[in-house]
């Protein structure tokens, strides 16, 4: 990175209002996230519609922020409440609630919030290093291996989102089809708009998104009550020197892991956290019991799913694929302000590249002392009527979508999309693929037809050029792996 | 019983399937009617047609699949409440352009704490009308998003 660059990104990132909006991000994230049932998927939508005025670097270290500390807050009702605030904070609750009832909340709070910075730090740390490398070397690919690349985003989707290949693959292809709604992008003809001509850009992103992850959120709140038991009130110190030293190998380990699982299209922090807990838990030692308030137990989770948040940003912003459901809306706030993730980004807008990079560090730092000074006041919202939350809730969701555009429509659409996100996930269909397959549809349609062209109607063309081959391999290995994992036998291994 | 509602919940699940199916059966049939592939440069009916085709397929083999089913332990789902709560959705969707941005949201928000079981009463109706007018504020005076004047306002 130049001098030019570096100064350049300081300068987007010292401005004293992306500062303010990081950490009115942090809170407002830590706040949702540490509400159970609610998700950093929600917090991030739900906020996209405040974005609209701002710039486009502010928006992003607001939304940051909520990611972030949506998933370090879905920890403390799991640590305090045995109640995970977000399926990825579902590992804590294995170790983090037994230490809360021999009465070392606090100790499991504060290794907690070490361990997501640590992590956060470690992903963050690659993720500079790896993603300018990564979107340089993207930089060499035509539309071939762009349309591989749209394809093994979704492959990967397909194939961990958990449940049947079917099902996921079903939604995935739903998503295509929307995808294709409004203007061809080669040749301009409208398609499937039915006369409403504000559909000509396609079905709007943003309400697909709030509709999906909001109206629905609010519908299985309604549909399945949280009941939350309270033992503490709990509040956060600075851990100890001694559970420091004690979890620093297994934070490194599970901060590696939660990296390379967050890099993964498709893998969440969900994935990561219990990948992280099982290995701490094959690994531990003699006098470690995992399960009856261990240490590391806390620890290693934490890490991996902070890990996570950076690990899912190395594909977004080095190849424009969202590594996870959060970053799949981002990309809506991106798109919103004008900027195309990307290799392009790290060649075209290096200064905001490399500032979006700097904010997720600053953002696992925040939120540690977010975590040291705001756990006792944010458990007192925690108990708050949660009714008026989801009143709440459903105004912002249906507001956001008019504000895009101020068209009722897109009111309708999140509505639409609503009841179509909750049933889906009431009969066990994935929804990330449907969402995942309306960001990259267009680019899969746009470089496969692209390719066609090029190489005047041959379909060779995709497995002739060595890198487009390659991926579309890989691609078809991870349909492979995920119908394997989806069979009747790996699902009831009982029988 | 037990039975019953197992056969009940496999019908349920075939919902989504057959809905994808419309979807995929209502692109094919529209695909028809675009403009065809000029020489070697592909059209616009080329995606659709193998997207809902390649659907279509999947949505037949989870129709038929053995097994389908939500949880027959599961317990039913509160359908008058989320009903309602579409129905006020929706409400607000009609009603709110008609009678403007702060009194439509206010109602919406009331019915919202009527309809998840909050009583009420002069609590609930100014939580209502101060968050509306919160709201307004941000997003039409600070973000100038221009909201629905409608009747009342």
Same mark, same amino acid.
């Given at each position: 990175?130049?001098?030019?660059?570096?100064?350049?990104?300081?300068?987007?990132?010292?401005?004293p209002?992306?500062?303010?909006l990081?950490?009115?991000g942090?809170?407002?994230?830590?706040?949702v996230?540490?509400?159970?049932?609610?998700?950093a998927?929600?917090?991030?939508?739900?906020?996209?519609?405040f974005?609209?005025?701002?710039?486009?670097?502010?928006a992003l270290?607001?939304?940051?922020?909520?990611?972030?500390?949506?998933?370090?807050?879905?920890?403390?009702?799991?640590?305090?409440?045995?109640?995970p605030g977000?399926?990825?904070?579902?590992?804590?609750?294995?170790?983090?609630?037994?230490?809360t009832?021999k009465?070392?909340?606090?100790?499991?709070?504060?290794?907690?919030?070490?361990?997501?910075?640590?992590?956060?730090?470690?992903?963050?740390?690659?993720?500079?290093?790896?993603?300018?490398?990564?979107?340089?070397?993207?930089?060499?690919?035509?539309?071939?291996?762009y349309?591989?690349l749209?394809?093994?985003?979704?492959s990967?989707?397909?194939?961990?989102?958990?449940?049947?290949?079917?099902?996921?693959?079903?939604?995935?292809?739903?998503?295509?089809l929307i995808?294709?709604?409004?203007?061809?992008?080669?040749?301009?003809?409208?398609?499937?708009?039915f006369?409403?001509?504000?559909?000509?850009?396609?079905?709007?992103f943003?309400?697909?998104?709030?509709?999906?992850?909001?109206?629905?959120e609010?519908?299985?709140?309604v549909?399945?009550?949280?009941?939350?038991e309270?033992?503490?009130?709990?509040?956060?110190?600075?851990?100890?020197?001694?559970?420091?030293?004690?979890?620093?190998?297994?934070?490194?380990?599970?901060?590696?892991?939660?990296?390379?699982?967050?890099?993964?299209?498709?893998?969440g922090?969900?994935?990561?956290?219990?990948?992280?807990?099982?290995?701490?838990?094959?690994?531990?030692?003699?006098?470690?019991h995992?399960?009856?308030?261990?240490?590391?137990?806390?620890?290693?989770?934490?890490?991996?799913?902070?890990?996570?948040?950076?690990?899912?940003?190395?594909?977004?912003?080095?190849?424009?694929?969202?590594?996870?459901?959060?970053?799949?809306v981002?990309?809506?706030?991106?798109?919103?302000?004008?900027v195309q993730?990307?290799?392009?980004?790290?060649?075209?807008?290096?200064?905001?590249?490399?500032?979006?990079?700097?904010?997720?560090?600053?953002s696992?730092?925040?939120?540690?002392l977010?975590?040291?000074?705001?756990?006792?006041?944010?458990?007192?919202i925690?108990?708050?009527?949660?009714?008026?939350?989801?009143?709440?809730?459903?105004?912002?969701?249906?507001?956001?979508?008019?504000?895009?555009?101020?068209?009722?429509m897109?009111?309708?659409?999140?509505?639409?999309?609503?009841?179509?996100?909750?049933?889906?996930?009431?009969?066990?269909?994935?929804?990330?693929?449907?969402?995942?397959?309306?960001?990259?549809?267009?680019?899969?349609?746009?470089?496969?037809?692209r390719?066609?062209?090029?190489?005047?109607?041959?379909?060779?063309?995709?497995?002739?050029?060595?890198?487009?081959?390659?991926?579309?391999?890989?691609?078809?290995?991870?349909?492979?792996?995920?119908?394997?994992?989806?069979?009747?036998?790996?699902?009831?291994?009982?029988? | 019983?037990?039975?019953?509602?197992h !056969?009940t919940?496999?019908?349920?699940?075939?919902?989504?399937?057959?809905?994808?199916?419309?979807?995929?059966?209502?692109?094919?049939?529209?695909?028809?009617?675009?403009p065809?592939?000029?020489?070697?440069?592909?059209?616009?009916?080329?995606?659709?047609?193998?997207?809902?085709?390649?659907?279509?397929?999947?949505?037949?083999g989870?129709?038929f699949?053995?097994?389908?089913?939500?949880?027959?332990?599961?317990?039913?789902?509160?359908?008058?409440?989320?009903?309602?709560?579409?129905?006020a959705?929706?409400?607000?969707?009609?009603?709110?352009p008609?009678?403007?941005?702060?009194?439509?949201?206010?109602?919406?928000?009331?019915?919202?704490? !009527?309809i998840?079981?909050?009583?009420?009463?002069?609590?609930?109706?100014?939580?209502?009308?101060?968050?509306?007018?919160?709201?307004w504020?941000?997003?039409d005076?600070?973000?100038?998003v221009?909201?629905?004047?409608?009747?009342?306002?």
């Amino acid at each position: 990175m130049n001098f030019t660059l570096f100064s350049g990104s300081l300068a987007l990132l010292a401005d004293p209002m992306v500062v303010l909006l990081l950490v009115v991000g942090i809170v407002a994230g830590t706040v949702v996230g540490a509400l159970p049932g609610l998700s950093a998927t929600l917090a991030v939508a739900l906020l996209i519609p405040f974005t609209f005025d701002l710039s486009i670097m502010p928006a992003l270290a607001m939304l940051i922020g909520v990611y972030c500390g949506a998933v370090y807050g879905g920890s403390i009702p799991a640590i305090l409440f045995r109640t995970p605030g977000t399926p990825a904070s579902a590992a804590t609750v294995f170790d983090g609630y037994p230490l809360t009832l021999k009465g070392q909340s606090q100790r499991a709070l504060s290794v907690a919030a070490m361990s997501a910075m640590i992590g956060g730090v470690i992903g963050t740390v690659l993720l500079i290093l790896l993603a300018p490398q990564i979107a340089s070397f993207a930089l060499r690919f035509g539309p071939p291996e762009y349309f591989a690349l749209a394809v093994f985003g979704l492959s990967m989707i397909i194939s961990v989102s958990g449940g049947s290949i079917l099902k996921s693959g079903s939604v995935a292809l739903l998503g295509l089809l929307i995808a294709t709604v409004g203007m061809d992008p080669i040749s301009g003809f409208p398609r499937f708009l039915f006369g409403n001509a504000s559909l000509m850009e396609g079905i709007p992103f943003i309400p697909v998104l709030i509709g999906l992850f909001a109206l629905a959120e609010v519908f299985r709140a309604v549909s399945r009550p949280v009941a939350i038991e309270q033992t503490t009130t709990g509040g956060t110190a600075w851990p100890s020197a001694s559970d420091t030293k004690l979890c620093l190998w297994t934070n490194v380990r599970s901060g590696l892991m939660g990296t390379a699982v967050g890099a993964t299209p498709g893998a969440g922090s969900d994935i990561a956290a219990f990948m992280a807990y099982s290995i701490a838990r094959q690994r531990a030692k003699k006098g470690e019991h995992f399960g009856e308030g261990e240490i590391k137990g806390v620890a290693a989770p934490e890490s991996a799913k902070s890990a996570c948040v950076s690990g899912a940003m190395m594909p977004l912003l080095s190849l424009g694929i969202p590594g996870d459901s959060v970053t799949a809306v981002m990309v809506g706030a991106f798109i919103l302000h004008g900027v195309q993730p990307g290799p392009l980004l790290f060649a075209q807008n290096g200064s905001l590249a490399y500032a979006i990079l700097a904010a997720v560090a600053v953002s696992h730092v925040l939120v540690f002392l977010a975590a040291i000074f705001g756990t006792r006041y944010l458990v007192r919202i925690v108990s708050c009527d949660r009714r008026f939350l989801l009143a709440s809730i459903v105004v912002l969701s249906l507001l956001g979508a008019f504000a895009l555009r101020c068209n009722m429509m897109d009111v309708w659409i999140a509505i639409i999309f609503g009841v179509v996100g909750f049933t889906l996930e009431k009969f066990s269909y994935p929804v990330a693929p449907l969402l995942l397959a309306l960001i990259l549809g267009p680019m899969a349609e746009e470089n496969f037809r692209r390719s066609l062209i090029l190489s005047e109607g041959s379909y060779a063309a995709f497995f002739t050029h060595p890198l487009s081959a390659t991926i579309l391999g890989l691609a078809v290995l991870s349909l492979l792996y995920g119908a394997w994992r989806s069979r009747p036998a790996a699902q009831n291994p009982a029988g | 019983m037990m039975n019953t509602a197992h !056969k009940t919940n496999a019908w349920a699940a075939r919902v989504v399937p057959v809905g994808m199916l419309v979807v995929a059966g209502i692109a094919l049939v529209e695909a028809l009617r675009f403009p065809e592939s000029a020489g070697d440069i592909p059209g616009p009916a080329l995606a659709p047609m193998l997207v809902a085709g390649a659907l279509s397929l999947v949505a037949i083999g989870l129709l038929f699949r053995r097994g389908e089913g939500s949880d027959p332990e599961a317990p039913g789902e509160p359908w008058p409440i989320l009903g309602m709560l579409l129905a006020a959705m929706c409400g607000y969707a009609l009603l709110m352009p008609l009678l403007g941005f702060i009194s439509g949201t206010a109602i919406l928000l009331a019915a919202c704490l !009527k309809i998840f079981g909050h009583p009420v009463g002069a609590r609930g109706w100014a939580f209502g009308l101060g968050a509306a007018f919160v709201i307004w504020v941000v997003f039409d005076k600070l973000m100038r998003v221009p909201l629905p004047q409608g009747w009342i306002g």
